[in-house]
């Protein structure tokens, strides 16, 4: 059962336009919400986050609005720069056992920002 | 600060030999995940420990795989017997107590990929 979920596999965009990836969410327990970038061979580095009280956060390029009655949020870059090419990754975030959180991950998308 | 340290980067290893994998998370973290990425998915949760309890494995495969955290030195993932399906890219997380003010979530190692031949 996917929790969270990235139906996008692959998105290419020309530098300086938009990027927009989506995620969807099953688990209505999720109150937070963050974006990883992922480059080949190098772990996850934290990009953006959202908790359920808000519905927009941004970070210079970086946007990440949330939707809650649908459970969908997505991530805007604009503009788009070829170093931004990488596997983005959504996650949601609950709390679980224990006093930390746990990061439920969906599959990634990977971006292609052609120069 | 050094970040998550995970060794080794790379590790072969032939069917029915164990591989250990070492996980040392950032200071002042005292929350440990591992994450495992099979080739074309995503990341999957294993394991949650803090130091000297496992306090959610709902994520390892029952047989085979095991994860400590002991009072002194690293975090450990180790998986006997290996076989080809094994193969992937094992990530570290750690993080420190919860904060409600500002949540950046995990910061994460730069993986072990595991071959087995």
Redesign the interface.
Known sequence: DQQVK?NSPSLSVQEGRISILNCDYTNSMFD?F?W?KKYP??????LI?I?SIKDKNEDGRFTVFLNKSAKHLSLHIVPSQPGDSAVY?C?A?G??????????????TQLTVLP | NAGVMQNPRHLVRRRGQEARLRCSPMKGHSHVYWYRQLPEEGLKFMVYLQKENIIDESGMPKERFSAEFPKEGPSILRIQQVVRGDSAAYFCASSPFWDNRNYYGYTFGSGTRLTVV
Do not use: D, K, V
Request: proline letters at 3%; glycine letters at 14%; a neutral charge.
């Open positions: 990235q937070y963050l990883y061979a190098e772990g996850p580095t934290f986050s908790s990754f996650a975030s709390f679980m056992a224990g006093s930390a959180r746990q990061l439920t991950f969906g599959s990634g």
